[in-house]
């Protein structure tokens, strides 16, 4: 059984940085690009970073270019996002999930966990 879990949340000031983790057991974690999502209140779920299996590749939303960072640690089944420059707009649930590439885009292809919350404020 896959299982999930998101780490790192909680709440910071504008400006500041977090580090986000994400656990992944019950699959062969080497062979699934990985990528973290995130839901702030009524929006939908958006692609935030994508990284290859290898870890070679990333990909990230504009709105995110040059402040977060994906990594991984295939030994370890652990992924992060190292956030910095954080804005108030980045308030949200942040979820990691395994994804595939289907025509131009990631999509999600696993189970979602519970996330982790982080709040941008003063």
């Known amino acids: 059984q896959v299982q999930l879990a998101e780490s790192g949340g909680g709440l910071v000031q504008p400006g500041g940085s977090l580090r986000l983790s994400c656990a992944k057991s019950?699959?062969?974690?080497?062979?699934?690009?990985m990528g973290w999502y995130r839901q702030a209140p009524g929006k939908e779920r958006e692609l935030v970073a994508a990284?290859?299996?290898?870890?070679?590749?990333?990909k990230y939303t504009d709105s995110v270019k040059g402040r977060f960072t994906i990594s991984r640690d295939n030994a370890k089944n652990m992924v992060y996002l190292q956030m910095n420059s954080l804005k108030p707009e980045d308030t949200a649930v942040y979820y990691c999930?395994?994804?595939?590439?289907?025509?131009?885009?990631?999509?999600?292809?696993?189970?979602w966990g519970q996330g982790t919350q982080v709040t941008v404020s003063s």
């Open positions: 999930n395994e994804v595939v590439w289907a025509g131009s885009s990631w999509y999600p292809s696993g189970s």
């Open positions: 019950g699959f062969t974690f080497s062979l699934h690009a």
């Open positions: 990284v290859t299996s290898s870890g070679e590749r990333t």
